[in-house]
């Protein structure tokens, strides 16, 4: 790294900060904080340039494009809320709580009056990050079937939304 076309650890933070908030800005909504994924964009970046030497590399942004989403993704995964790592089960059945999260009670309100219980638990883990596909294996449905009924919610919440005037 003494080369004088060879850049230090630090330009190269420098030089792809666009990049890691971008790439953080990107996953954020998926269970963790922006603040937690910008540093693990930062440790992500600088271990693939430690783990690509600089020579051999002739466009290292390219290189990091490719595989810096992939490492915040994962980081991503690994910070969801735990506590809500759980099934429909009948203590669901009385009453979903409210999320942890800020939502107006107004809505939550909203919510669990004009949806049904399965309805409400894939609202409620849409709220928390997780992906139609890790709902779907929750729920022993289809990722399609995840699909539409989303689909339904949000044309459902849109009528609703319009009608209350939030």
Same mark, same amino acid.
Request: charged share 35%; net charge positive.
């Given at each position: 790294?003494?080369? $004088?076309?060879? #850049?230090?650890?630090?330009?190269?933070?420098?030089?792809?900060?666009?990049?890691?908030?971008?790439?953080?800005?990107?996953?954020?909504?998926?269970?963790?904080?922006?603040?937690?994924? &910008? &540093?693990?964009? +930062?440790?992500?970046?600088?271990?693939?340039?430690?783990?690509?030497?600089?020579?051999?590399?002739?466009?290292?942004? %390219?290189?990091?494009?490719?595989? #810096?989403?992939?490492?915040?993704?994962?980081?991503?995964?690994?910070?969801?809320?735990?506590?809500?790592?759980?099934?429909?089960?009948?203590?669901?059945?009385? $009453?979903?709580?409210?999320?942890?999260?800020? #939502?107006?009670?107004?809505?939550?309100? #909203?919510? %669990?009056?004009?949806?049904?219980?399965?309805? +409400?638990?894939?609202?409620?883990?849409?709220?928390?990050?997780?992906? &139609?596909?890790?709902? $779907?294996?929750?729920?022993?449905?289809? &990722?399609? +079937?995840?699909?539409?009924?989303?689909?339904?919610?949000?044309?459902?919440?849109?009528?609703?939304?319009?009608?209350?005037?939030?």
């Amino acid at each position: 790294m003494t080369d $004088s076309k060879s #850049l230090t650890l630090k330009n190269i933070i420098r030089k792809n900060i666009d990049l890691i908030e971008k790439t953080a800005r990107r996953y954020t909504g998926r269970g963790a904080d922006f603040e937690d994924l &910008q &540093q693990e964009a +930062c440790l992500a970046l600088i271990h693939l340039v430690q783990k690509r030497p600089l020579e051999s590399c002739n466009d290292i942004g %390219e290189y990091l494009r490719k595989r #810096l989403p992939g490492r915040v993704r994962d980081a991503a995964r690994r910070h969801r809320y735990e506590e809500h790592n759980c099934a429909l089960t009948e203590a669901h059945e009385v $009453s979903i709580p409210a999320p942890t999260k800020h #939502l107006p009670v107004d809505l939550i309100d #909203l919510i %669990e009056r004009n949806f049904s219980k399965l309805d +409400c638990f894939i609202i409620r883990h849409l709220f928390y990050g997780y992906t &139609q596909k890790e709902i $779907s294996k929750k729920i022993n449905r289809t &990722q399609q +079937c995840v699909h539409y009924r989303i689909k339904k919610i949000r044309k459902r919440l849109d009528e609703l939304l319009r009608r209350y005037e939030f």
